[in-house]
Nanobody, 122 residues
Framework: QVQLVESGGGSVQPGGSLRLSCAASGVIFRINVMGWYRRAPGNQRELVATISSGGSTTYADSVKGRFTISRDNAKNTVYLQMNSLKPEDTAVYFC????????????????WGQGTQVTVFA
């Protein structure tokens, strides 16, 4: 069993910052791509940012220059530093990971966290 557990959500005023963390636990050989997604009320889940095991990153246009994704491979943890937050960033943020459980030959297992609420209020 593999679990992803997010932390760091909360409420903040516009212009503020939050840092999300997501730690993976269980039987893990290696984690390939890790990412953050979000779902705002009434909207579909959307990609926020991804990071490969080598550190290559991608960002949604709406967060470029404000959010930074990073990871600590030794801790199987991914982070999302969110700066200059806007009310439209309000959403439930989900962590996602592509995991090789037993060896490099294992089928890739996609895991989701339970989500953490981020609220940006005026």
């Amino acid at each position: 069993q593999v679990q992803l557990v997010e932390s760091g959500g909360g409420s903040v005023q516009p212009g503020g910052s939050l840092r999300l963390s997501c730690a993976a636990s269980g039987v893990i050989f290696r984690i390939n791509v890790m990412g953050w997604y979000r779902r705002a009320p009434g909207n579909q889940r959307e990609l926020v940012a991804t990071i490969s095991s080598g550190g290559s990153t991608t960002y949604a246009d709406s967060v470029k220059g404000r959010f930074t994704i990073s990871r600590d491979n030794a801790k199987n943890t991914v982070y999302l530093q969110m700066n200059s937050l806007k009310p439209e960033d309000t959403a439930v943020y989900f962590c996602n990971a592509d995991i090789l459980r037993y060896s490099q030959y294992s089928p890739e297992y996609n895991a989701w966290g339970q989500g953490t609420q981020v609220t940006v209020f005026a």
